[in-house]
């Protein structure tokens, strides 16, 4: 499978669209949208022409205890001026001067909730000017804007033009159809209330306009607890100031404002150069493929990811490996087939070396047969057990849990039986997101 580099974040938004969670839906909760990140891609190599291989890993960033650092609160300033423009800055010091306090506080602190947003025309204040009778402007006006994910024709040409001129993608392979599905269809948006605080869910395009014109574009997913970016477009005519630094900032500014707390970067690919900015957000975690726990992405995980494809700190721990030998210890933990007469059956996942994959054992041991639950229309299946007419999907439940009993190793391994399917999707996502969901089985049995 071929997926760009750069697209690898939208991967996230894309594989939740798809959970089936019953009749109701599956409430996206914070633990479960991080082991999605990780888990949507751990049932294929995903490669790009630019880098062979690609590991990819989930991160986030800890909203509350985000500090800027100096490139990124230099792309803010100098964007604040642009907009703002000398004029106007030499009118509103005069006509609305700041305290000696403010000054100071200004000069020494950087409040992202209040520099971000500095620029903003509905926070820049517009005083009368005495000699001409008219509030004073600046020099651009400049709008920020969280809207619905839908298909407009301004935002498609953002779209148009950010992946001819940044992806270098001829026009042939821009298409409306292909924007919709890929950038207008997410979650389905809709409010969550906690401790009397009221947020969005849902996924969103939070767009920045200047004097008029759509000149960025983000495409977020917000659930309870996490602000996520699935894509940034902009217009080839603000290469000059830094969107990627400054829609950042806008999100976990976001994440912070609305109670969301964490920041989701999509994807942090290691081996390419174009993702390393992502490291230099602090308070950065990285997601652990075997325990779903959030590591800090500090010196010690940078150097196993140098040293190593697959990382889990976990693992490593648990088989004392330490960063300075990650490839060797690794290779000698995972064990060699070399010497193997016979070649693997591919058919089955448990055959195979894939990382992160669980084993029958540790499927066996975490989770039971009967606690995963299957969706099938009026069929004859095969549930190993014997054949059975299922009319309705709560009975499949609950034959499911009466005929199958517990797992066996046989027919875990075998990919043309229920068992052999829960086991692999078990394997490939975990114990925990497997309790929450339905396997949807009415179109593939």
Not at 65 to 77: E, H, L, T
Not at 248 to 276: D, N, P, T, W
Not at 324 to 344: H, L, R
Request: net charge neutral.
């Amino acid at each position: 499978m071929h997926i760009p580099t750069e697209k690898c974040s939208q991967l996230t938004t894309r594989a939740l669209s798809t959970v089936d969670g019953g009749d109701q839906g599956l409430p996206i909760t914070n633990p479960i949208y991080g082991i999605l990140v990780v888990h949507t891609i751990q049932l294929g190599t995903f490669q790009s022409d630019e880098v062979p291989g690609l590991v990819l890993t989930g991160i986030r960033l800890d909203g509350l205890g985000f500090k800027p650092q100096k490139d990124q609160r230099k792309a803010v300033n100098r964007f604040t001026e642009y907009v703002l423009g000398p004029d106007y800055s030499r009118l509103a010091a005069r006509l609305c001067p700041k305290s000696r306090e403010e000054k100071q506080r200004y000069r020494t602190k950087f409040d992202l909730s209040l520099r971000i947003h500095e620029a903003e025309y509905q926070c820049v204040k517009r005083p009368i000017n005495s000699s001409s009778k008219k509030s004073i402007e600046p020099a651009h006006k400049f709008e920020v804007t969280l809207e619905a994910d839908t298909f407009t024709e301004e935002k498609f040409a953002l779209f148009a033009n950010y992946q001819k001129v940044v992806h270098k993608e001829p026009p042939s392979r821009i298409s409306k159809a292909g924007f919709r599905s890929f950038l207008c269809s997410g979650l389905t948006r809709t409010t969550y209330k906690q401790d009397g605080k009221e947020r969005r869910i849902g996924s969103y395009h939070q767009c920045y306009r200047l004097d008029g014109r759509l000149v960025a574009m983000g495409v977020l997913d917000l659930t309870p607890q996490c602000v996520s970016s699935v894509y940034l477009m902009y217009h080839e005519c603000v290469n000059d100031w830094e969107f990627g630094k400054l829609s950042a900032l806008q999100e976990i500014a976001l994440a912070v404002e609305a109670g969301y707390r964490y920041y989701y970067m999509g994807y942090y690919i290691h081996s390419c150069i174009k993702m390393r900015y992502k490291s230099t957000f602090h308070p950065t975690y990285v997601l652990d493929p075997e325990t779903y726990s959030w590591d800090p992405l500090d010196q010690d995980i940078l150097a196993r990811l140098s040293a190593c494809d697959y990382v889990s700190l976990s693992r490593d721990r648990r088989l004392g490996i330490n960063a300075s030998s990650s490839v060797t210890d690794n290779e000698q933990a995972a064990g060699s087939t070399a010497g193997s007469s016979t070649a693997p059956d591919p058919s089955s996942i448990f055959h195979t070396d894939m990382p992160g994959v669980m084993s029958i054992e540790d499927i066996k041991e975490n989770i039971s047969l009967g606690e995963i639950d299957v969706r099938l229309k009026d069929k004859t299946v095969n549930l190993a057990r014997g054949n059975v007419i299922l009319k309705r999907t709560a009975q499949l439940t609950l034959l499911l849990r009466q005929r199958l009993g517990e797992w066996d190793d046989e027919e875990m391994i075998d990919t043309s039986g229920v068992q052999g399917v829960a086991a692999e999707f078990v394997a490939c996502i975990g114990p925990l997101l497997a309790r929450e969901i339905v396997i949807d089985l009415s179109g593939g049995m």
